[in-house]
Each structure stands twice: as structure tokens, then as C-alpha cells.
């Protein structure tokens, strides 16, 4: 090789080492719109390959849902000073370790929860304003169950309040608050009627990991607080996804 094919060779290969990163960097980067919307996150990372070919994906729509004796949720949350994240994907709430909900004898501890509107998942068809989901991990397994709680537009949510004056915007996107407050003010009233089945996460990965019980009783939230999520986030519902073989139940 000349010292001219030489310096061709090495100019394509800095140009082909540059490339990579960046169309990697592209690649993880998924959203709810466009070219990177949730038609097309299986197509943009290897790893998110499950959000089009998994066969127990989520959210669902739950009308097609048998009547089973669930039994209670044991729930175990603790009063907990909370870090409040804006990832421009959602609102996340990162709660500290000690709190955990028990399901079939296993422990699972609450890592966060976050909000999505409208609601991902549908009753008979019909979208919530919005809806919340506690993410809860099997510490042994790697396992997932999700507390979903749906939200209608009604009276103003005085605990989500508190949340919402602490929404960080800007470059400012996370705030270690000295705010205090227990999760499980954010949960109704009933607690013992659900509807639960297997599925996945609803964001990429999309991996099918996730034990979801969804509550059947939802909370109020004022207009005035879905329109500021939607002023700092914006819509950031999966749609509904096929049921496949899959079976839901729900508490009679």
C-alpha cells in the first residue's frame, strides 16, 4: 500500500469510528412522536427489539378481563423525602429504599413511580386523563410488579400538588426535594379491587418482566394540574397493545 492509499484508508477508518458512537447514540433515543415514536422503537436499538415482537407487551385495554378472588394488595409504604426527575419523558418520582408491596409471599420494593397522560391502559376502550405507575422489583428475581392507579379530571389532588410545585424545568431536570410525603396518599380509597395480568414495561425496553395490577377505582385531578404536566411533558401514552394469549383477571 502507497503512502497515498495509506492516508485514504486511514481517513475512512476515522470517519467510520466517528459514525458509529454517533448512530448508536441516535439509536437509544426514542420518544413519543415521529421517526423515534413507539411505532419504531423496535427498530431503533437491538435491545428494544421485544417492543415489536413481544408477545405479552403493554399497556392493554382490560374489558376482556375474567372475575377471579385476586385477594388484597399488602402495601408497606413509608413516609420518605422524594427526588422528583423531568427525563422530557415523564415526571418521575425516585422513592428511598423501605418500602415495599407483598404479592404470593414475594417482596417487592418500591423504586419510584411516574405519570403518564392519558392513561395507557383502556376500560372497555375508554383512556383516563392520566395514570400512575409505582414500579415495585423482586430484589432476587429482577421481577417487576406495577401499581397502576388511574386518574379523571375532577377536584384537585392536594398530595399531587405538592409534587407538581416541585416539577423541575429547564436544565434544571432533577430536584432532591425536602419534601416529605407518604405514596400511598396517591392511591384510592379501595384498594382491594384490580385488575392484574402479565406484560411488560411500557417504554423501551419493553421487556416482558412486569406483573401489572392495575386498580379499578381511580383518583381525582384537576384540570389545572393535567394541563401543567402536559405544558412540562406533553402526551406519553403507549398505545394499546394485543392481547395475544394472555389472560386478565379482575377482582369481582
Request: glycine share 6%; aromatic share 8%.
Amino acid at each position: 500500500m502507497n503512502r497515498r492509499d495509506l492516508l485514504k484508508f486511514s481517513l475512512i477508518q476515522a470517519i467510520a469510528l466517528r459514525i458509529i458512537p454517533i448512530k448508536k447514540a441516535r439509536a437509544s433515543k426514542w420518544s413519543y412522536t415521529g421517526e423515534t415514536g413507539a411505532d419504531f422503537w423496535g427498530e431503533l436499538d437491538p435491545e428494544y427489539q421485544a417492543c415489536n415482537l413481544g408477545k405479552a407487551q403493554s399497556p392493554i385495554d382490560l374489558e376482556l378481563s375474567v372475575s377471579s378472588n385476586l385477594g388484597s394488595l399488602e402495601l408497606n409504604y413509608q413516609d420518605v423525602p422524594l427526588k422528583i426527575v423531568n427525563n422530557d419523558r415523564t415526571i418521575r418520582v425516585d422513592y428511598q429504599p423501605g418500602s415495599n408491596l407483598i404479592l404470593d409471599g414475594e417482596t417487592y420494593e418500591l423504586l419510584q413511580f411516574h405519570f403518564h397522560q392519558p392513561s395507557e391502559h383502556l376500560i372497555s376502550g375508554k383512556a383516563l386523563d392520566m395514570e400512575a405507575h409505582f414500579v415495585h422489583k423482586n430484589q432476587a428475581t429482577g421481577d417487576l410488579v406495577v401499581l397502576a392507579v388511574l386518574m379523571s379530571e375532577g377536584a384537585i389532588n392536594q398530595v399531587l400538588d405538592r409534587v407538581w410545585d416541585k416539577i423541575p424545568f429547564g436544565d434544571k431536570k432533577e430536584e432532591a426535594s425536602d419534601l416529605i410525603i407518604n405514596a400511598s396518599n396517591l392511591l384510592p380509597e379501595n384498594i382491594s379491587q384490580y385488575y392484574r395480568y402479565q406484560g411488560s414495561l411500557t417504554t423501551p425496553p419493553c421487556s416482558e418482566i412486569v406483573t401489572w395490577l392495575v386498580l379499578k377505582q381511580p383518583v381525582e385531578i384537576s384540570k389545572l394540574q393535567i394541563s401543567r404536566f402536559l405544558e412540562v411533558i406533553g402526551t406519553n401514552a403507549r398505545p394499546v397493545q394485543a392481547l395475544n394469549n394472555r389472560v386478565t383477571f379482575q377482582s369481582p
